[in-house]
């Protein structure tokens, strides 16, 4: 297929998701109660966020899982919505999407927590915390990268790892902390768990700024957890969970040393997350984050991409099992932004497919049938293309639609029945 034939197909995939997508809005919309209106109160939220997702990711993960008729659990929901993601320019970072989705507002790239003339916003999970509900950051990055620092955390430059972990323990107070980035918790020369140097990654060692804060976290109540048994072991309380240095995996190209395997994985952090959170009758707030779907994405490596989709959607199902039950609560599934330019195409060898990282992935197979697909790469960075988020359970069907990523933050406090402060 010639360049120009071959982008004429690229577009019509991407608007053909893009309709799909819209018309599950507008059906969903019309079932549903006014957009405008909340109904009862929200007691939990889970929102969680693919870090990368892209619409076209999320096709290739539902592929490769369930084939072309079976549903994720993340795309079977009653609501769907088109988020815009951009931050103060049109293509955003994860710190600057994730403070839009914490506390509504459009900020320049590299900002946790601080609107554009870096001023400190309130976040949802503050909000959360002062109704006297728990709060929970669940992550296979680090705890204290962008999209979970921002729900807790107030600083101008993301790369204040230390800094976001004290602000998370003694300024936030988020009672469930579970994922990477013991590193920015230990001061240089000081390991902790986990060796400095691991060969998988000798760069990875202990940088904190901040002292040790994982003897500050005990100071403060939390029991602290770095292995799987310690967490299924963890009592109801305020909890730290630190199970690597850096990322809990290795973002590398495809078959050079790019590692999948979560010493705990994100649904297991997930499933003890609510079951230590859903202890407070007041509810609770909680984001959980799966990364692997943006790092590997960064790197051009499809097959990692899904694998950590997969992750991501086995944690989703957990927090649909726990709203089934508990029909008071709020699941969302999003991105921050799409990585990659990611788009699904039919295998062909006389298809052009780029050159180093950005050629084309695979071909993998199509659950549940004898075809297969390939994954091709316009980028090795962000785009601005819109995402998707579903929605099931109480004041779901506020997420309809097409809006901005800070109406996000606008809708959740809608749906809890908070009142933001100016």
């Known amino acids: 297929m010639n360049s120009q034939k071959k982008n004429r197909f690229k577009t019509a995939l991407t608007v053909t998701a893009a309709g799909a997508l819209l018309a599950t809005s507008v059906v969903a919309a019309q079932s549903a109660k ?73 900020t320049y790239n590299g900002a946790i927590g601080m609107d554009a003339n870096k001023k400190s916003v309130k976040t949802i999970a503050e909000y959360a915390k002062d109704a006297g509900m728990s709060t929970g950051v669940v992550t296979t990055s680090q705890i204290t990268d ?4 921002a729900f807790g955390a107030h600083v101008e430059d993301r790369s204040k790892q230390s800094d976001i972990a004290l602000q998370l323990l003694t300024k936030s107070k988020v009672d469930v902390l579970l994922g990477g980035g013991e590193d920015f918790w230990y001061p240089a020369g000081e390991a902790g768990k986990f060796p400095d140097a691991p060969a998988e990654d000798p760069s990875e060692k202990s940088k904190g700024s901040q002292g040790n804060l994982v003897t500050k976290a005990k ?10 048994d310690g967490l299924k072991q963890a009592k109801n309380g305020k909890l730290l969970g630190l199970f690597a240095n ?23 952090m997930t499933q003890k997350a609510i079951d230590t959170l859903s202890a407070n009758k007041k509810g609770f707030f909680l984001m959980v984050e799966e990364e692997g779907t943006d790092e590997f994405a960064h790197r051009n490596n499809a097959k990692m991409t899904i ?4 992750a991501l959607d086995a944690s989703v199902q957990v927090a649909k099992d726990f709203a089934k039950k508990n029909p008071d609560t709020l ?64 004041n779901a069907q506020l997420f ?12 959740m406090m809608q749906a809890y029945g908070f009142k933001a402060k100016k």
């Open 400 to 411: 309809t639609g097409v809006f901005e990523n800070t109406a996000v933050f606008e809708k």
């Open 34 to 106: 006014p957009a405008a209106a909340a109904s009862a109160k929200t007691k939990n939220v889970i929102l969680f966020v693919g870090d990368g997702m892209g619409t076209a990711a999320r096709n290739a993960i539902r592929l490769a899982t369930v084939g072309e008729n079976g549903k994720l659990a993340m795309d079977d929901m009653p609501y769907a919505g088109l988020v815009h993601t951009s931050s103060t320019v049109p293509v955003t970072d994860s710190a600057a999407s994730a403070t839009a989705y914490a506390s509504g507002v459009k």
């Open 219 to 228: 100071q403060l109540g939390y029991n602290y957890v770095s292995t799987k």
């Open 146 to 149: 962008a999209t979970g620092a």
């Open 307 to 310: 694998k950590s989709g997969q």
């Open 246 to 268: 850096e990322e809990m995996f290795q973002q590398n190209e495809e078959g050079k040393g790019d590692i999948y395997n979560p010493v705990v994985s994100l649904p297991e």
């Open 331 to 394: 699941v969302l599934v999003l991105a921050d932004h799409e990585t990659g330019g990611l788009s699904i195409e039919a295998v062909d060898a006389e298809d052009e497919t780029g050159d180093g990282i950005s050629k084309e992935d695979g071909p993998f197979a199509i659950a549940n049938s004898k075809q297969s697909f390939v994954v091709d790469w316009t980028t090795s960075g962000h785009t601005a293309v819109d995402i998707p988020v579903t929605a099931m359970g109480k």
